[in-house]
Nanobody, 114 residues
Framework: VQLQASGGGLVQPGGSLRLSCAASGSIFSRNVMGWYRQTPGKQRELVASISSGGRTNYAEFVKGRFTISRDNAENTVTLQMNSLQPNDTAVYYC?????????WGQGTLVTVSS
């Protein structure tokens, strides 16, 4: 399984960004895809995840601001990020998990700054 992430960049506080991740290869029908983020000196943390059945899981710090969705036919997951704040600045990583697989994308930088 390979992951290709896109959509990071620079945005002003209060702005929005959309991250996308496409999975390719041996995709199992039952899987969980998600987004994590990491800042220097800190552990990677879950932002949001969504199962192939549509069950979502959000970190408390993004509830009400971020929305995760997926297209099972295209094997893509999207993270819509609204009301971004400077402390959302991080490298965001796409993740795919299924039986026997725990795969990470290459990371995309999100910078929230005026």
């Amino acid at each position: 399984v390979q992951l290709q992430a896109s959509g990071g960049g620079l945005v002003q506080p209060g702005g929005s960004l959309r991250l996308s991740c496409a999975a390719s290869g041996s995709i199992f029908s039952r899987n969980v895809m998600g987004w994590y983020r990491q800042t220097p000196g800190k552990q990677r943390e879950l932002v949001a995840s969504i199962s192939s059945g549509g069950r979502t899981n959000y970190a408390e710090f993004v509830k009400g601001r971020f929305t995760i969705s997926r297209d099972n036919a295209e094997n893509t997951v999207t993270l819509q990020m609204n009301s971004l704040q400077p402390n959302d600045t991080a490298v965001y990583y796409c993740n795919y998990r299924s039986i026997g697989y725990d795969v990470w994308g290459q990371g995309t930088l999100v910078t929230v700054s005026s």
